[in-house]
């Protein structure tokens, strides 16, 4: 039986001419390796995005539609290059984009970091935490100190309940087996604080890695991230969704053209979607899925008992491939880190 909510999503997607949400791959590399993140095993080059690169994407959202939400980082953590961040967003700001959000694993937000990202033009931060005591946060967070981001958000928070008017700050918690029993408590933390909880299910990153979620392929919907977000990757490469996060489904490149055009070039893909005619995607389509991850739950002061309605409609687990990450294979070894791009577009 179709979930109440994926039905109430897929009445939401229709064709566009523009993209909803874009999110831009800021920095490539990280300083972590999560358990449910395919960055690990990332075999593209890595690299950060030109300045040149985002004020072209940043002119046209402004001109086609400035409430697009734009987001900070796709495969990657931005804050390994703060100043470019800031930077980013307060260019953003200056043209008058009216959604720019940062996603974060929080460790490098440090208290000369955290000032001048406040007051950046930023609406939402997003840090991705999922884990309430030492163990577990190590266990997902590989690489991460758990200390440091709690007191690294702890400090965001105070600085921001001193300003008039700051972003919204969002501690994110995605769901998993290693994590859920601390779910409530790390929701009463955060909330005490001011912040915002959100809670997600983890993805499958195009049928990379096991996920609890499963549907019968008779109550498949189109893909809410196809036919709503554009990613585009440090180099400028558009790759066809956020499941191609190797880029291998799609060559286009927002060097070279417009986002609109790119987006048009896409709407192949989305219009089977649409049509619901499933089984002529690409393959990575029939083993994805991201499709199936519903939308996040975002928690705020006074609303615990969603938390629990939540765990009330969560599906029973069905068996997956293996205990723990990928079920594709991935032969190549990750890919080395190229430090600084160079500024001028790649040869088309
Ligand atoms: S911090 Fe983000 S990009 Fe880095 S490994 Fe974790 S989830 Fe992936
Ligand atoms: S279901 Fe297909 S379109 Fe959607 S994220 Fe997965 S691979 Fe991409």
Not at 282 to 308: I, T, Y
Not at 309 to 324: C, D, F, H, I, M
């Amino acid at each position: 039986m179709l979930d109440p909510q994926l039905e109430r999503i897929a009445r939401t997607l229709g064709p566009s001419r523009f993209p909803r949400k874009l999110a831009l791959e800021l920095c490539a590399d990280c300083n972590l390796a999560c358990s449910m993140c395919h960055h690990p095993e990332m075999r593209r080059p890595k690299g950060v995005m030109p300045f040149l690169l985002w004020k072209k994407c940043a002119d046209e959202v402004a001109r086609v539609d400035p409430d697009t939400e734009v987001w900070f980082s796709f495969c990657g953590e931005p804050l390994m290059e703060p100043d470019l961040l800031v930077a980013f967003l307060r260019y953003g700001r200056q043209v008058g984009l009216r959604s720019l959000n940062v996603n974060t694993n929080g460790q490098l937000l440090v208290p000369e970091v955290a000032g001048p990202l406040l007051t950046s033009g930023v609406g939402t931060i997003v840090i991705g935490i999922d884990g309430f005591s030492s163990p577990v946060y190590a266990s997902v967070r590989v690489n991460g100190d758990r200390d440091v981001v709690y007191r690294n958000v702890e400090h965001l928070l105070e600085l921001r309940r001193a300003m008039d008017d700051g972003p919204e700050i969002q501690v994110q918690f995605i769901e998993m087996d290693e994590n859920e029993h601390e779910m409530r408590a790390f929701a009463e933390y955060w909330l005490e604080r001011g912040a915002t909880v959100k809670v997600r299910n983890k993805l499958s990153w195009g049928g990379r890695l096991d996920t609890p979620a499963h549907q019968a392929a008779d109550d498949r919907i189109p893909c809410p991230w196809a036919l709503t977000m554009m990613h585009v990757f440090w180099d400028g490469r558009v790759p066809r969704c956020s499941g191609d996060v190797e880029g291998e489904d799609f060559q286009d490149n927002a060097w070279h053209a417009p986002l609109t055009e790119i987006w048009g070039r896409l709407a192949p893909y989305r219009q089977l979607h649409l049509d619901r005619r499933f089984d002529e995607l690409p393959d990575r389509c029939h083993d994805c899925r991201d499709w199936m991850s519903g939308a996040a739950e975002r928690v705020r002061d006074g609303q615990l008992d969603r938390l629990e309605r939540r765990r009330r409609k969560r599906p029973l687990p069905v068996p997956v491939s293996g205990a723990g990450r990928a079920l594709v294979s991935v032969k190549s070894p990750p890919s080395q880190i190229v430090r600084r791009a160079d500024v001028r577009p790649p040869a088309p």
